[in-house]
């Protein structure tokens, strides 16, 4: 199947389900990570390094080892919501058990599993794309855009407007994964290659022994693929343990090919990301606004326009090289780190962050829109591509993270003149 053609049998009717499927998956998928983290509170027992580190990591080791582990166990896309939604359900029952005055073991974990279970969503999603083509991606790239202004939002809209504490959002979690749940199981249409089987064993031009990806002969894939095919008489021998191992190990080899086109543009693009929002905000030049809250909320509000807008662009146009946003990408960046050290605007930053959210959003879809399309993949190896090729995204917040708290710690160090909202008391 091509990577954006439609298949025939697919009615506009059913684009406009996937679309707004995927948006509505994407959205709550976005919003779900943060409540659960805010209702934590790690940030007031550990620095913010640590706190990164523990809501992102966990989402890092999902993507890096789910892709090729779902080659080997075959779960159905249908059984796939129903396990998330029970991590959410299960997170809410503890996080509303386990308040900010008891130890903080019991947070950790849930934190933890709340980053594992978005990370595994967005693999799961991403991998579903190979069936959705175009009108899936778009409604992906849509829905967590939305998703991440509606976040940006979240702490004002909370606490000052409403009057509460960021913890009693929780109270959100089950509504927004029965909203998670409906887009799955009702308004997502079965993909054309399911219609046939009820129990969504694929045609015949999509079966094969798992692990097997029927590549077309590439420079790219040579090796990886070769590599498999030379183990291949010797999995049949072994026992299922040596099987699995052997398989996990052989589709990890098939990441290797999509580390320099596809996942190192999206390291480096959200290593930005993490460095500009939320990095190095706390040091920069104090504005109108009353306080850091109202400030942080106009910067991500202004950040994530611009990162919405790029990833609704792919319904109108695309970017067919990524190294020419990477160096806008990077011109920015430096654009808004010496206007952090030497305070030379305080609104000119939010033009920056604009900017910034739209070359990392396009980055982003354009991305995936190349796995779609690229023909060296046949409709399996897409799919584990999509989902592999994710990790450079978290990959990128993770260290994208750590760098920008070394970098507000260098800026909110230099000379206290209270121009900086790291210097005030407020």
Known sequence: MPGLSRPPTVRFQDEVRTFIAFGLVGAVNSILPLIVFSANYLIIPFPRAVVTILEILPALLIKLILPPLLRHVNISYRLRPLLLASCWVLTRIVTAATPPNVPPAP?????????????????????????????????????????????????????????RQLRQAIEHILPLTAVMLVAFLLVLPRPAVYRRDPDDVLDDDLQGEPGVFLLQQDPRLNGAANAHHAGGATVAAGGKLDALSKNVKQNIGLTRPLVKPYMTPLFVAFVVQAVVYPGIARALAASLQPDFLHYSTVYGLFFHAGNLLARSSVLFFRIRRPRSLLSLLLVALASVLVNAYFLISAYAIFLMAFVIGFLVGAVYVNIFARILEDDIYDADAREFALGAASAGEAAGLLFGGIVGTVFEAALCSLPVDGTRWCHRTR
């Open 107 to 163: 947070r950790i974990l849930m934190t933890l599993l709340a980053s594992a279970a978005s990370a595994a969503t967005d693999v799961s999603c991403l991998g579903q794309l190979r069936h959705y083509g175009l009108a899936g991606l778009a409604g992906w790239g849509v829905g967590t855009g939305t998703g991440r202004l509606l976040c940006a939002l979240f702490p004002l809209a909370v606490t000052v407007w409403q009057g």
